[in-house]
């Protein structure tokens, strides 16, 4: 089973301006876990989803460095399942490259009943 996308990690919001603090913050910021965060938030955005719509994904960093992503839509009552795994180097682009992929075996449709147009961007 995966989890929601970002499950287990904290996120610390500050002011944009506040230098002083964004420094602070950086030294308890983990480097491995805010890359694999933005490839599952990448994934998120293009689907168009939320929390209310069941959307999972986990990404991984490789030992050779790379990003291993996991996703998936389901529809709610689990008869529509439609998963994907990537791999490549730049979160961003690594988790559109999995919405994609699910828009592209079907999960729009699932999407699209749940309220979820992932064509409105």
């Known amino acids: 089973m995966l989890p929601a996308v970002g499950q287990g ?3 610390i919001e500050c002011r ?3 230098a002083e603090l964004k420094a602070l913050l950086q030294t308890i910021n ?4 805010e890359i694999t965060v933005r490839a599952e ?3 998120l955005k293009r689907l168009n989803g939320s929390c209310q719509v069941p959307i999972a994904a986990l990404c991984k960093r490789r030992a050779d460095t790379k990003l291993e992503l996991t996703g998936l839509v389901a529809s ?3 008869k529509e399942v439609f998963k994907t795994r990537r791999i490549g180097e730049n979160p961003e682009e690594l ?3 999995a919405a994609e992929e699910l828009l592209h075996q079907g999960a729009g449709t699932v999407l699209k009943r749940l309220g979820s147009d992932p064509n409105a961007r």
């Open 76 to 78: 709610v009552d689990g």
């Open 41 to 43: 938030r990448a994934l």
């Open 9 to 11: 990690a904290l996120a």
């Open 95 to 97: 988790g559109v490259e």
């Open 30 to 33: 983990d480097p491995d876990t």
């Open 16 to 18: 944009s301006s506040d």
